[in-house]
């Protein structure tokens, strides 16, 4: 059984720094993509950043660039999303992201979400 899930969230000052942590589980065997999404009210999800496991490429929204940063653990799939310089509007449920994940079981990919956590700037 995969699980993915996310921790860290909470409310943060705007100038604030906060770490948002993304553990798996389960008989995994390969991830192609670790990614971080977030969606505000009222707003589609958008990707805020992500890092390719094969060449630890990165990608960032612009909205971000210069004040998030996606790391990854290399023993685990366990990965990172440190956010500096947070703004009221970074205000969002963030999810963490799998993407062409195979299992042990099984050669087919798949893709898996967190549950979520709230990240709320505010004074």
């Known amino acids: 059984q995969v699980q993915v899930v996310e921790s860290g969230g909470g409310l943060v000052q705007p100038g604030g720094s906060l770490r948002l942590s993304c553990a798996t589980s389960?008989?995994?065997?390969?991830?192609?993509?670790l990614g971080w999404y977030r969606q505000a009210p009222g707003k589609q999800r958008e990707l805020v950043a992500s890092?390719?496991?094969?060449?630890?490429?990165?990608n960032y929204a612009d909205s971000v660039k210069g004040r998030f940063t996606v790391t990854r653990d290399y023993h685990q799939y366990t990965f990172y999303l440190q956010m500096n310089s947070l703004k009221p509007e970074d205000t969002a449920v963030y999810y963490c992201y799998t993407g062409g994940l195979r299992t042990w079981d099984s050669g087919a990919y798949s893709d898996y979400w967190g549950q979520g956590t709230q990240v709320t700037v505010s004074s």
């Open positions: 389960g008989r995994i065997f390969s991830i192609n993509v």
């Open positions: 890092i390719t496991t094969s060449t630890d490429s990165t």
